[in-house]
């Protein structure tokens, strides 16, 4: 596996390998998620570029960013392991050669996309990551950009962006992995200690409910207060949002109204550790 | 496929016919259902005896009985492909060489087994279920008897006549076969017409929805209610009760209690049929 901290020498690799191109951008501390997203990539496409970089621009919380894992080493062997034969790690000269300020988002409207849940809660933050993509899809220049679901409002910003800039990349959102548990697989989950890593599988377990409750027609808004009010009953989660949305413009979602797709969101604070998860449900809902 | 339509022609058979011995009885129009129970007997008895009685002391309705859908010719060609090679179809006299005035139920006591559910909506259906089912038991003699779990409640009496009897056969249940849709398979599915065979699988997605909500640790009370709702606004459906129980008892379940299994049973009127299905959670249920 190659790998590349230059924007100027990946280029120049990418330029003369086979296409077409697909992109896995991560922040590393990779887990079976990232490589469930290298292993679809590689399936059809004979390039495979995955980027591990930490993002500083978009953590709204600096002990955020200073405590996400980083475990390069461990990364690029995990990476060899399913085929992926360019990693590109730069720093954040590399990245921002002009500096970090946000001016992209200047550029954009995501209307409603950011508005509610994770925009809610994490001001900048979808600022920040409209800003990474768009710099590193400007480098390597993919035909396919592989993101996972679990990221689901990330996934409809970066759509957006991408329909806005006009860019033409094909975006593919992957499944979301889980622990035998349920606990959708992420970097931050080693964070949590062992009670709350015993406590965390309530999360999907809520979600659950919450999706076999829309499927059977149960109205949106006493599906929501269950899950939450269950959230809160537990002594080491405290929920921020559990929402039901129409998957395209991430408005509230109520019993009766067509959509192609509806998502079920949540974020759950466990400890010192953030937790997001989502079920979508595409349609017919309850045919 | 050996037939017989008298107890001393079969009893003759069975004296003779390698044990241990299995025995499925049923009120015939088999179905899937049916014949995933005689493939389990088959799987470890060498003799498989299949009954098919429409057994008038368990009616509680003249028009259920009466409606009842009766197909002997198909159901001994079904038998023939699932091995049987035993099928007893006796007529009334057989069965009740002295008549059909209900005896055993005053010598047993059911206690909660029998107030509630079926029991409190069908009068007389259980005495008649346990006359029958003591009766057969008394020509057959199997070491095992083999029960859909769809009747739950049904299963629960009979296991505990067995008991009460002393008549040391094991009662196995086998799960519920559903069709595609969920709809749980029943001989009298087939009298639905063309929409209320469109609806009726919303059953099974009510009680799919009020198990994850279980699962998920929400009130058993709100449960009941949202699904009991939820298929009170359907056109054509007509609840008669949702009911979350422990299994042993049939008594309400609320969270929090502690149960080796609990049963979501529900029974709803589709047009001129009556339809019950149930869902069994072992223990733990939300570990």
Same mark, same amino acid.
Request: with cysteine; hydrophobic share 45%.
């Given at each position: 596996?190659?790998?590349?901290?230059?924007?100027?020498?990946?280029?120049?690799? #990418?330029?003369?390998?086979?296409?077409?191109?697909?992109?896995?951008?991560?922040?590393?501390?990779?887990?079976? /998620?990232?490589?469930?997203?290298?292993?679809?990539?590689?399936?059809?496409?004979?390039?495979?570029?995955?980027?591990?970089?930490?993002?500083?621009?978009?953590?709204?919380?600096?002990?955020?960013?200073?405590?996400?894992?980083?475990?390069?080493?461990?990364?690029?062997?995990?990476?060899?392991?399913?085929?992926?034969?360019?990693?590109?790690?730069?720093?954040?000269?590399?990245?921002?050669?002009?500096?970090?300020?946000?001016?992209?988002?200047?550029?954009?409207?995501?209307?409603? @996309?950011?508005?509610?849940?994770?925009?809610?809660?994490?001001?900048?933050?979808?600022? /920040?990551?409209?800003?990474?993509?768009?710099? #590193?899809?400007?480098?390597?220049?993919?035909?396919?950009?592989?993101?996972?679901?679990?990221?689901?409002?990330?996934?409809?910003?970066?759509?957006?962006?991408?329909?806005? #800039? =006009?860019?033409?990349?094909?975006?593919?959102?992957?499944?979301?992995?889980?622990?035998?548990?349920?606990?959708?697989?992420?970097?931050?989950?080693?964070?949590?200690?062992?009670?709350?890593?015993?406590?965390?599988?309530?999360?999907?377990?809520?979600?659950?409910?919450?999706?076999? =409750?829309?499927?059977?027609?149960?109205?949106?808004?006493? @599906?929501?207060?269950?899950?939450?009010?269950?959230?809160?009953?537990?002594?080491?989660?405290?929920?921020?949002?559990?929402?039901?949305?129409?998957? %395209?413009? @991430?408005?509230?979602?109520?019993? /009766?109204?067509?959509?192609?797709?509806?998502?079920?969101?949540?974020?759950?604070?466990?400890?010192?550790?953030? @937790?997001? %998860?989502?079920?979508?449900?595409?349609?017919?809902?309850?045919?």
């Amino acid at each position: 596996m190659q790998i590349f901290t230059t924007a100027e020498a990946l280029r120049d690799y #990418l330029d003369r390998a086979p296409g077409p191109i697909a992109f896995v951008p991560t922040m590393g501390a990779l887990h079976e /998620g990232h490589l469930a997203l290298v292993r679809a990539a590689r399936a059809d496409h004979p390039t495979v570029v995955c980027s591990i970089f930490v993002n500083p621009t978009q953590f709204n919380e600096a002990a955020d960013l200073e405590a996400y894992p980083r475990t390069p080493e461990a990364d690029a062997a995990l990476l060899a392991g399913v085929d992926c034969e360019v990693l590109y790690l730069p720093d954040v000269e590399d990245v921002y050669p002009t500096g970090t300020a946000v001016s992209l988002a200047e550029q954009l409207d995501f209307g409603s @996309l950011t508005t509610r849940m994770e925009g809610a809660h994490r001001p900048g933050h979808f600022a /920040g990551v409209a800003q990474v993509v768009s710099r #590193l899809l400007e480098i390597v220049r993919p035909t396919t950009l592989v993101m996972g679901q679990k990221d689901y409002q990330q996934v409809a910003v970066v759509r957006s962006m991408i329909a806005q #800039l =006009g860019l033409g990349v094909v975006l593919r959102a992957v499944a979301t992995v889980r622990e035998a548990d349920g606990l959708a697989m992420s970097s931050r989950n080693r964070r949590l200690g062992p009670a709350e890593r015993q406590a965390a599988p309530a999360i999907n377990r809520h979600l659950a409910a919450v999706v076999a =409750g829309l499927r059977a027609g149960w109205p949106a808004r006493q @599906l929501e207060a269950l899950a939450l009010d269950g959230l809160r009953r537990h002594p080491l989660l405290d929920p921020e949002y559990v929402e039901i949305c129409h998957g %395209d413009t @991430l408005l509230p979602y109520t019993e /009766g109204e067509t959509s192609r797709e509806i998502v079920v969101a949540t974020a759950v604070r466990c400890g010192p550790v953030r @937790l997001i %998860d989502n079920h979508a449900l595409a349609a017919p809902f309850n045919p």
